[in-house]
């Protein structure tokens, strides 16, 4: 073992920087996600939808409310928005997932094109929704449920599906 760790020091020492940085990346966005969770939203937030119609917090408050933070240029947003629009289809009576993206409209309806999503994109262009609550990188998932954060997570997340059936439905089936 030893023959092995000198052989391969300087191997060994690339692997754990590299893992060191990681871990220096991802902690800073776990402690903001984990202060979000099991907070009350005090506000009735307002969401402009991509052809202007306005809706709240209020509107959905029966709901399971999925906020995703997102951008055109984000590959593991690319990924995660399949998973995102099956699981909508799949528990349209008890979820409502908000697309939520600072970029411009017409950008948006350029990368629409090609991407199909039935659940409603909304334009946070003023960065109001984003600052509220504090979302650090993408694509980030806020679940509210009873106007109360129920959990919060920043990355791609491949059980996302089975995440919200969960919460929205007490089951993962």
Same mark, same amino acid.
Request: hydrophobic share 40%; aromatic share 12%.
């Given at each position: ?27 800073p966005l776990y402690i903001s996600n984990s202060k979000l969770e099991n907070q009350e939203i005090t506000v009735n937030l307002r969401f402009q939808k991509l052809n202007g119609e306005i809706i709240t917090l209020e509107d959905l408050k029966n709901k399971t409310i999925v906020l995703n933070f $997102?951008?055109? $240029? ?33 950008? *948006? ?7 199909? *999503? ?31 954060? *129920? ?10 599906? $089975? ?11």
């Amino acid at each position: 073992m030893l023959d092995y760790i000198k052989q391969n020091w300087l191997s060994l020492l690339i692997i754990t920087l590299l893992i060191g940085y990681l871990l220096y990346q991802r902690i800073p966005l776990y402690i903001s996600n984990s202060k979000l969770e099991n907070q009350e939203i005090t506000v009735n937030l307002r969401f402009q939808k991509l052809n202007g119609e306005i809706i709240t917090l209020e509107d959905l408050k029966n709901k399971t409310i999925v906020l995703n933070f $997102w951008a055109t $240029w984000c590959m593991p947003c690319k990924i995660e928005m399949p998973l995102l629009e099956n699981t909508y289809n799949d528990l349209k009576d008890h979820v409502e997932i908000l697309g939520i993206t600072i970029e411009e409209k017409d950008t *948006v309806i350029r990368y629409l094109e090609n991407h199909k *999503v039935s659940y409603p994109i909304i334009l946070d262009t003023d960065y109001s929704i984003t600052e509220y609550f504090n979302i650090m990188g993408y694509p980030s998932i806020i679940i509210i449920k009873d106007n109360k954060i *129920v959990s919060a997570s920043t990355g791609l997340n491949p059980l996302i599906k $089975w995440k919200i059936r969960w919460y929205a439905t007490n089951s993962i089936f």
